[in-house]
């Protein structure tokens, strides 16, 4: 089975930047996703593959900007104005049906990357 694998995660002060990558992009839709400790998975931004749409938690909207790049087969999030309550694990999916706001609508998972964000 395909394998998902997130890469740029770190450690950074708030109001600095990150931009996570995942490959391959697999499938129509592509999502991030985090969990912070102690709480569930959230949806972070999703993206539609040939129309390019895009999708986003009202929490980092304006801040964060998902894109894809089919050449290279990646998805990346961009993360802008980093907060504290940023700070999780972030996963990258790949949706195979249903609303792109729930986890359960995606059945590929990267392993996670660590996303800090300090004060």
């Known amino acids: 089975q395909v394998q998902l694998v997130e890469s740029g995660g770190g450690l950074v002060q708030a109001g600095d930047s990150l931009r996570l990558s995942c490959a391959p992009s697999?499938?129509?839709?592509m999502g991030w996703f985090r969990q912070a400790p102690g709480q569930e998975r959230e949806f972070v931004a999703a993206?539609?593959?040939?129309?390019?749409?895009?999708f986003y938690a009202d929490s980092v909207e304006g801040r964060f900007t998902i894109s894809r790049d089919n050449a290279k087969n990646t998805v990346y999030l961009q993360m802008n104005s980093l907060k504290p309550e940023d700070t999780a694990v972030y996963y990258c999916?790949?949706?195979?049906?249903?609303?792109?706001?729930?986890?359960?609508?995606?059945?590929?998972w990267g392993q996670g990357t660590q996303v800090t964000v300090s004060s």
């Open positions: 697999s499938r129509y839709t």
């Open positions: 993206i539609l593959w040939n129309i390019g749409s895009t």
């Open positions: 999916a790949a949706r195979s049906g249903g609303t792109v706001y729930s986890s359960r609508s995606y059945d590929l």
